[in-house]
């Protein structure tokens, strides 16, 4: 029922974006498997944007001198972790728009999350199996600003979110959070939704 609202939402002429901390090549198994629709496709918390065709018109790369330190950070804490590029979920520290981390211990998790930011400038959060870390300028509220600024989307804006990698976008944007969402975005007040499509209907 989602995917069909949101088919009719674009054929009349909205756009609609998703924008996830999943890689590319990770995201689209799901929009292929489903036959998800969209305008645009955001992934890796912002780091990467692509049109509806899936050419990428935006990839920010992490500062190769910030990911050699946090590199040494995570081997020095025994963590395996991965670079991903705008296309690959694992290359080199050239391409990299993002450090992935495995982790299996949450306490352990966050511990060395704090520490990576003490260490450098980054945003990063803990996921339910990862640490993910992208460059400080970069998450889901920059890259809807660049759509925004470079005409590919107009100021009419709303948003929606369920976890903390969404809060940025939440607090600058209009929107709203799901009802199964993390206990950190209670503090932006958003009404609550039940599914994407009833929230369509109602604004569309």
């Known amino acids: 029922d989602n995917i069909q609202i949101v088919k009719k939402f674009i054929e009349k002429g909205n756009i609609f974006i998703i924008i996830t901390g999943r890689s590319f090549t990770n995201i689209k198994k799901a929009i292929n498997e489903f036959g998800i629709p969209y305008s645009y496709l955001v992934c890796q918390d912002g ?34 972790y991965c ?13 990299a728009v993002k ?3 495995t982790v299996s ?18 945003y990063a959060y803990v996921s339910s199996k990862h640490i993910n870390i992208i460059d400080s300028y970069v998450n889901k509220s920059s890259a809807l600003k660049y759509l925004e600024e ?16 969404d809060y940025e976008m939440l607090e600058k944007y209009d929107g709203v959070i799901m ?13 609550e939704i039940h599914s994407v499509g009833k929230y369509l209907k109602k604004i569309k």
């Open 47 to 80: 780091a990467n944007i692509f049109d509806a065709q899936d050419n990428c018109i935006k990839s920010n790369l992490i500062d190769k001198e910030k990911a050699i330190h946090l590199s040494k950070i995570l081997e020095d804490n025994h963590l395996e």
């Open 83 to 95: 670079y991903e590029s705008a296309f690959n979920d694992k290359d080199n520290i050239e391409n």
């Open 99 to 101: 450090i992935t981390v």
């Open 105 to 122: 211990n949450r306490e352990e998790a966050l511990m060395v999350t704090e520490k990576l930011k003490q260490a450098e400038e980054i």
């Open 150 to 165: 470079n005409g590919y989307i107009s100021k009419d804006i709303t948003v929606i979110g369920d976890d903390v990698n």
């Open 179 to 191: 009802e199964k969402h993390h206990p950190m975005l209670d503090s932006l007040q958003k009404k």
